[in-house]
């Protein structure tokens, strides 16, 4: 089992920045590779950025390209998100996710509960 808690969400003004930690516990969560995905209200759940815990390659989704950066802490088993030039449409519920290297949803087995961020304009 992994288990997975968010935090650092919240309200910015477009243009600002937040950081995303996601702290990660269990037996085998280095083993996978940790992803952040978003859901808006009445929209799926979509692919945000993914990190291999060993070795540290990265994957984010065209729309965060240049402006989130996806990372960890092994000494704390944290990984983060880095969010800069914030936008009123990254408003979203953002999840922590462990799993396989990939960018859908059916690629993580574990989820965290989320945490929201609300980008006004």
């Not at 083993?31 to 994957?59: C, D, H, I, N």
């Not at 914030?86 to 059916?106: F, M, N, Q």
Request: aromatic residues 14%.
């Amino acid at each position: 089992q992994v288990q997975l808690v968010e935090s650092g969400g919240g309200l910015v003004q477009a243009g600002g920045s937040l950081r995303l930690s996601c702290a990660a516990s269990g037996r085998t969560f280095n083993k996978y590779a940790m992803g952040w995905f978003r859901q808006a209200p009445g929209k799926e759940r979509e692919f945000v950025a993914t990190l291999r815990w060993s070795g540290g390659m990265t994957y984010y989704a065209d729309s965060v390209k240049g402006r989130f950066t996806i990372s960890r802490d092994n000494s704390k088993n944290n990984v983060y998100l880095q969010m800069n030039s914030l936008k009123p449409e990254d408003t979203a519920v953002y999840y922590c996710a462990a799993g396989g290297w990939g960018a859908t949803v059916h690629e993580y087995d574990y989820w965290g509960q989320g945490t929201q961020v609300t980008v006004s304009s």
